[in-house]
């Protein structure tokens, strides 16, 4: 597929995604968010489903927990037109509530044909929601910051998938936000494993340029991580896991 192919058929899946009501969820909708980036990337960000500022403007990742997810990426040198970013359900649930799972479900075929689409060689998720997408049964507060090969059905052919906590959850933890720094700062090595992989297996050659030198260290700004939050934080492990789906934009 080439690059105008690509950009023209992610155009039409948000085309199509602007006018679904295969769920309840277009009810209550401002802007539907099918998601935005670029089109040649290796690296897709799957969040979970857009929150208030997201829905009157129809982009992901636009509030504070945008700006932070956005701090990240720059702690590796990337932007976030670098990337493409989606979620799991693409209309606003009411009160920010957890997406339902005929919710979901309803939702997943924009995100299989958003992923098959990209090929990406990374699909990075973005909470516990995104991640049950891809890794079925894990927890979060135990496989944040780990990969694992993406299913096939997923839409995305021949990817590794890294877990990470929903940015608005880090924004309340200082501990997690550390954590989230020290998480993101992996994933330039999980691209260069993943090409690694696909060449291998003998699938597309990289399509960008992305760099994949060692990140910088996480923001002196950010306090350093106390060793009894981070035991607090592992004991509270499924507290947390409840928590971030709480508030979650
Ligand atoms: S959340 Fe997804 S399935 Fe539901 S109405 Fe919006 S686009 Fe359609």
Known sequence: MTPHERRAALEQIGAEVSACTAC???????????????????????????????????????GRAGGLLERMLGSIGWQREDVFIANVVKCR???NRDPEQDEMDACAPF??????????????????????????????????GS???VDPASGA???????MYHPAYALRNPAV?????EDMAKVPGVLLQ???RRAAAGS??????????PAAAAPAALAPVAASAIASLSAAEQAADDASQLTLF
């Open 177 to 181: 936000e550390r954590e989230s720094f």
């Open 93 to 95: 649930p009411p009160d």
């Open 111 to 144: 995100l299989r044909r958003q992923l098959e689409v990209l090929d990406p060689a990374v699909v990075v998720t973005l909470g516990r929601f995104s991640m049950a997408a891809f890794r079925p049964g894990a927890r979060i507060g135990a496989v944040h």
């Open 147 to 149: 990969t694992a090969p």
């Open 194 to 196: 993943s090409r690694e």
């Open 24 to 62: 309840r969820l277009h009810e209550g909708r401002t802007r539907a968010v099918p998601g935005e980036g670029d089109p040649n990337t290796e690296v897709v960000f799957v969040g979970e489903g857009p929150g208030f500022n997201e829905d009157r403007e129809g982009r992901p990742f636009i």
């Open 204 to 213: 597309a050659a990289p399509t960008t340029t992305m760099t994949t030198a």
């Open 157 to 163: 052919g021949d990817a590794l998938t890294f877990s």
